[in-house]
């Protein structure tokens, strides 16, 4: 089947050969996420779990919010407080960026599943059971896996795509299913650079470079530098870096009209974005390299063409690793100089992880390792963060909030095991069942 590369444009043409899910019942779906105090089968404010008379769990953890927050208010610098609904836990309170309020700070990491098994880009029945079932556990931003604006740009023969029109309806019901629960959803652009036509468990060759004959691609980067012991990429013309601008702008364009409310650009991680921006990976020494105007212009131009053509009121954030652990490389001062170039470039939030660039690096990691960086992003750049790596107790996510150190929280290796960990986090910090996120059919369950 030919791929449709055309640059998207406004309105979408006929998707062809594409075929929505038959006989899925989405009864029940359409249900308004409220819950009355009654239909817990339990009486409000007596036996009711987390109320006792309104000196349980509730009413300590709104207390010790309080006393964390001086007052009860997040720390200065937070993003789109609702006063309105500015108690209890500050996980659990409103954002709004732009035009969108996401329910909670409790937000679900892109995470690659390599799951699209006819290797067109498009997402599968699996895709929807993964993500609905997180936004129906609670979650309120729903942020789907890297997606591929170009077929040589993903990461693996089995990654996602959104480099053509005919791919737009397989994110369709997965988007509808989504919002349906209450939850927002985003998705995160990417291209793989020289960390493309890698194995996974779908396809094999797991840590190395696919060959040509089980699927993979030559790949490309800024400069002629491998990652590691990967192939060695080919360095990417000046018109190809422009070409490239444009296909993360229509796919941008293809989200829009698959219905994200959300548009993530992936800029971390050793993918293309981020081979420009780190100086051990991008000897150019054109308009692109060289010092760091250079070598930031190509994440800018991204920016601003995707901004150019989402709605005015749609989200924009770009995912950052603040730095590569390496000598010499990608840090800390650079990213929060980067930020603050990104927020005047419409950028809404910076999503701050680490490392993936450079190969062979030791990676401290531990229990918030990365919280740091978030804060000082955060603080430095003044710009709405997340925070994301090894965060797993609801308590230590609160304390990440408490302290200032960032707007919202992302679970990621936890929500594999747990894809109900916004509920359970709202049990463990003392929010009653009528105010958890939970969906009608489930109250029945709750803790």
């Known amino acids: ?145 890297a997606t591929a604006v170009a077929p040589e740009g993903r990461i693996s023969p089995n990654d996602v795509g959104l480099w053509a029109d005919w791919q737009i309806d397989s994110w369709k019901w997965i988007v509808e299913g989504i919002k349906a629960t209450g939850a927002a959803a985003a998705i995160q652009l990417n291209h793989a650079g020289r960390k493309g036509s890698t194995g996974s468990f779908t396809v094999g060759y797991e840590r190395e470079t696919v060959p040509g004959e089980a699927g993979g691609w030559p790949v490309v980067a800024p400069s002629a530098i491998p990652f590691g012991g990967y192939a060695t990429p080919r360095a990417l013309s000046v018109d190809e870096i422009h070409g490239l601008v444009g296909a993360f702008a229509a796919a941008a364009g293809r989200a829009v009209a698959a219905g994200f409310q959300a548009i993530e650009i992936h800029a971390a991680h050793g993918y293309l974005i981020s081979q420009f921006l780190d100086p051990l990976g991008n000897e150019r020494d054109d308009e692109y390299g060289g010092g760091f105007e250079g070598r930031t212009r190509f994440l800018l131009e991204v920016a601003d063409a995707i901004r150019g053509v989402i709605p005015d009121d749609m989200p924009l954030l770009v995912r950052v690793s603040a730095t590569d652990w390496a000598a010499g490389g990608w840090d800390l001062d650079q990213t929060v100089a980067l930020a603050q170039l990104l927020k005047a470039h419409g950028v809404d939030l910076v999503d701050v992880s680490t490392g993936g660039i450079i190969a062979g690096v030791t990676v401290p990691v531990k229990p918030d390792y990365q919280v740091p960086f978030s804060a000082q992003v955060r603080k430095r750049a003044e710009v709405p963060v997340t925070a994301v790596g090894l965060i797993t107790k609801p308590k230590q996510a609160e304390k990440v909030l408490a302290k200032g150190k960032a707007d919202a929280v992302e679970i990621g290796r936890a929500a594999l095991r747990d894809p109900y960990w916004p509920l359970r986090a709202a049990d463990k910090l003392g929010v009653p069942v009528t105010e958890a996120p939970y969906q009608p059919q489930y109250v029945r369950g709750a803790y």
């Open 1 to 145: 089947m030919a791929e449709d590369t055309t640059a998207y444009g406004g309105a979408i043409g006929a998707t062809a050969n594409v075929e929505g899910p038959s006989g899925f019942d989405f009864r029940g779906l359409d249900v308004t996420n409220t819950v009355e105090a009654s239909d817990t089968g339990k009486p409000a404010g007596k036996s009711g779990k987390g109320t006792k008379g309104g000196k349980g769990k509730a009413a300590k953890s709104a207390k010790a919010a309080a006393k964390a927050g001086k007052s009860g208010k997040p720390s200065k610098g937070a993003a789109g407080e609702n006063p309105a609904k500015d108690a209890g836990p500050l996980l659990f309170r409103p954002i709004t960026l732009r035009g969108l309020t996401i329910r909670n700070r409790i937000w679900l990491p892109p995470m690659d599943t390599y799951s699209a098994f006819a290797q067109d880009g498009r997402p599968t029945p699996f895709h929807y059971q993964h993500y609905v079932s997180r936004a129906m556990g609670g979650f309120g931003l729903i942020i789907a896996e």
